[in-house]
T-cell receptor, first 114, second 104 residues
Framework: GAVVSQHPSWVICKSGTSVKIECRSLDFQATTMFWYRQFPKQSLMLMATSNEGSKATYEQGVEKDKFLINHASLTLSTLTVTSAHPEDSSFYIC??????????FGPGTRLTVT | RKEVEQDPGPFNVPEGATVAFNCTYSNSASQSFFWYRQDCRKEPKLLMSVYSSGNEDGRFTAQLNRASQYISLLIRDSKLSDSATYLCVVELIWGLGTSLAVNP
């Protein structure tokens, strides 16, 4: 099946710093990738849709200047959390749409901001 | 009404039992439906798509009821390894998941 990788798998950073998370499709090209956030005991919340070669589409309430998304190639999308704060601590997961088969997810990145 | 709703459970069943989960959705125009499984602290994994005619994959059966706006997932002969949270997705909207614990 399709494989999506994410890096790093976990990161601890200080408040005010920026963190970049990479999402790669390893054996297929993904024109559309999605970024989600999941807080403990809560559902996955879609943050934005990343389209190769164009600007990301952000969901309501997600600050595009804080969560920078770049989808520069058909196999890579990046999410940069700028000026991270403790409330940004969460599990960030990317996924790639695979035709009508749904989405394949990366393993997630656990971000802790101290 | 929430856009996608699931009974959070937990469902505790013995091995070999049959268990069913429902997931209701509010947007009658929805076209894509999926069931995912998520293990603790792991990413969700696609379990199966849900087709209008219903579909089966081994011990798992998914069905769609457009009139009542819900999808269902039936697990037969449950195994210990089926213990997980089962998430339904309607378009790109996720339910909170239903927790299943299969006991020996």
């Amino acid at each position: 099946g399709a494989v999506v990788s994410q890096h790093p798998s976990w990161v601890i950073c200080k408040s005010g710093t920026s963190v970049k998370i990479e999402c790669r499709s390893l054996d297929f090209q993904a024109t559309t990738m999605f970024w989600y956030r999941q807080f403990p005991k809560q559902s996955l919340m879609l943050m934005a849709t990343s389209n190769e070669g164009s600007k990301a589409t952000y969901e309501q309430g997600v600050e595009k200047d804080k969560f920078l998304i770049n989808h520069a190639s058909l196999t890579l999308s990046t999410l940069t959390v700028t000026s991270a704060h403790p409330e940004d601590s969460s599990f960030y997961i990317c996924s790639a749409r695979v035709g009508l088969l749904g989405q394949y997810f990366g393993p997630g990145t656990r971000l802790t901001v101290t | 009404r929430k856009e996608v709703e699931q009974d959070p459970g937990p469902f505790n069943v013995p091995e070999g039992a049959t268990v069913a989960f429902n997931c209701t959705y509010s947007n009658s125009a929805s076209q894509s439906f999926f069931w995912y499984r998520q293990d603790c602290r792991k990413e969700p994994k696609l379990l199966m798509s849900v087709y209008s005619s219903g579909n089966e994959d081994g011990r798992f059966t998914a069905q769609l009821n457009r009139a009542s706006q819900y999808i269902s997932l039936l697990i037969r002969d449950s195994k210990l390894s089926d213990s997980a949270t089962y998430l339904c997705v309607v378009e790109l909207i996720w339910g909170l998941g239903t927790s299943l614990a299969v006991n020996p």
